[in-house]
């Protein structure tokens, strides 16, 4: 093992150890419940832009009328924009949904892909929704990178990259594969509570000694 690879286990071991205290983010309260990749696609969708609560509450009305592709495609459009709404886009979002739920009916058997290629093809799907699919829907290789993700991976000096793209393609480089699916909970509990995308609480984390702190200008 090197010692970068040393490094990154030892910030992930430090991590997971404080984790048990933090929140855990909505969708993958989903995937714990076992609800399935079509719920973890609908609920990522949902979640684009929007606050976690708003989200959690978006998700639980319209799984209330629908939870499969048949039954969310047969709802009326408005129906689906009253269950969501507040949330960000959600007139948009409603009409992506229908049409997600349509092209599963007619293509997948109304099942949700387990490629990234073909999710990739989904309307609104982009790399962050594919790939958590693929992790917490069927527990497959991928790693999602969100904006904490991103933010911590370049604080810590472990990717120089400019978008979260850039970052998930660097860590599918260098990240060791048994961390990959994990990475992404660790890392949104680990940014909400302490690596914070304003002011992180650099005082008090456990990864401190391990990290350049790159482009951190106020911290607390
Ligand atoms: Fe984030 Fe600060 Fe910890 Fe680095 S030391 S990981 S910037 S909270």
Redesign the pocket.
């Known amino acids: 093992m090197n010692k970068e690879e040393k490094k990154i286990e030892t910030i992930i071991a430090l991590l997971e150890e404080e984790a048990s205290a933090w929140d855990v983010p909505i969708v993958t309260q989903y995937a714990d419940n076992l609800k399935g990749p079509f719920t973890i696609l609908i609920s990522t969708i949902l979640s684009l832009r929007t606050k976690d609560e708003v989200t959690e509450e978006a998700s639980r009305r319209l799984f209330a009328l629908a939870d499969t592709p048949e039954a969310m495609a047969a709802l009326e459009e408005e129906d689906i924009q009253k269950a969501i709404y507040p949330v960000g886009f959600y007139r948009n979002k409603a009409k992506t949904i229908i049409e997600i739920c349509r092209t599963l009916q007619e293509r997948y058997h109304s099942l949700v892909p387990d490629s990234l290629d073909e999710l990739l093809t989904l309307k609104g799907v982009g790399r962050k929704t594919a790939n958590l699919v693929m992790t917490l829907g069927y527990g497959k290789e991928g790693i999602c990178v969100d904006t904490h993700v991103h933010r911590?991976s370049n604080?810590?000096g472990y990717v120089a990259a400019k978008s979260p793209d850039e970052t998930e393609f660097a860590l599918r480089n260098k990240l060791p594969k048994k961390y990959w699916i994990r990475y992404n909970t660790l890392m949104v509990a680990f940014g909400r509570n302490?690596?914070r995308p304003v002011s992180?609480?650099?005082s008090c984390?456990v990864?401190?000694s391990f990290?350049d702190?790159e482009g951190?200008v106020h911290?607390r």
Do not use: F, K
């Open positions: 911590i604080r810590l302490v690596c992180p609480l650099c984390c990864v401190a990290c702190r951190v911290s």
